[in-house]
């Protein structure tokens, strides 16, 4: 790979090789989990590569062993947002709502729970390696999927299927997520990069402007059907405020910090 940016302690790692843009998650020593920090990185990593004719897909990966695990509950459990303050818009990870014409791949090359799957669920593909493991566990912490999970799993996979990923928090293989269809291939053990370069590449061969053309009139034709319209994310937004100012969102971060089982209030 060339071109890195910014150094490789940064939150985030942007490479370009071969017309692809390989924008890597690089907080391993928190398995990727996403602050304030990763937020505006992922965000202005993502502007760059569509914003650069040279770049023709771009491909999401993470640091070390995990892809993404989410939010960083500590950081909330602190009271401080996760978010890019000065592109909220952009919201989560700065990629939830963050349109951009260019291709983005999923390389989930570990655990990708919470936030990692709403990434993957915002992503156009996804490669997972074979031992990795998705899901929304949000409501076994007291909180929702908030960046998107609810607004896009039921229109990704059967209604039902979505509601047992939503309202039990447990994890799907990658075996299940490729017979669900969350993902479009599975990879070898330490390999999802790889496999999701691989398939960059021959969407990289193809013509730039066909290719975002084309991403766009599926996005624009089925636009209140994919989670990225006002009205969806109002309804997100109102529930957001009533789980988060609960009892409940306080307690889940904090239990998970001091590493006991939380007790839930229903307030």
């Known amino acids: 790979m060339t071109e890195i940016e910014p150094a490789d302690n940064g939150p985030v790692l942007y490479r370009v090789h071969d017309h692809i843009a390989v924008i890597t998650f690089n907080r391993p020593e928190a398995m990727n989990s996403v602050n304030s920090a990763l937020s505006a990185a992922a965000g202005a990593a993502l502007e760059r590569a569509d914003a650069d004719p040279a770049v023709r897909a771009v491909v999401l ?3 070390g062993k995990a892809f993404c695990a ?6 909330l459990g602190a009271g401080r ?3 890019d303050p000065d592109h909220r818009e952009w919201d989560f990870a700065g990629i939830v709502r963050h349109w951009i014409s260019t291709p983005v791949i999923a390389a989930v090359n570990g655990f990708a729970l919470g936030g990692g799957t709403e990434i993957v669920l915002t992503a156009d593909l996804a490669v997972i390696d074979e031992t990795a493991t998705m899901g929304l566990p949000e409501v076994r912490r007291g909180i929702v999927a908030a960046a998107g999970g609810l607004l896009r799993i039921h229109r990704q996979v059967p209604q039902k299927i979505a509601a047992e990923i939503a309202l039990t928090g447990e994890p799907i293989s990658a075996a299940r997520a490729y017979e669900l269809g969350l993902v479009n291939r599975i990879a070898p053990a330490g ?3 790889d496999v999701a370069l691989e398939l960059a590449a021959t ?8 290719v975002a ?15 990225w319209d006002d009205r969806s994310w109002q309804i997100n937004k109102t ?16 239990a998970f910090a001091e590493k006991r089982p939380p007790q839930w209030t229903g307030r």
């Open 191 to 193: 390999t999802a990069l």
């Open 203 to 210: 969407i990289a061969r193809n013509a730039p402007l066909a």
């Open 61 to 63: 990966t993470g640091a």
């Open 239 to 254: 529930a957001i405020r009533t789980v988060f100012a609960s009892a409940d969102a306080k307690e889940g971060p904090r």
């Open 81 to 83: 947002r996760i978010d």
């Open 213 to 227: 053309e084309s991403k766009r009139v599926m996005h624009e034709t089925a636009l209140d059907e994919r989670g």
């Open 70 to 75: 989410g939010a960083d509950l500590k950081e």
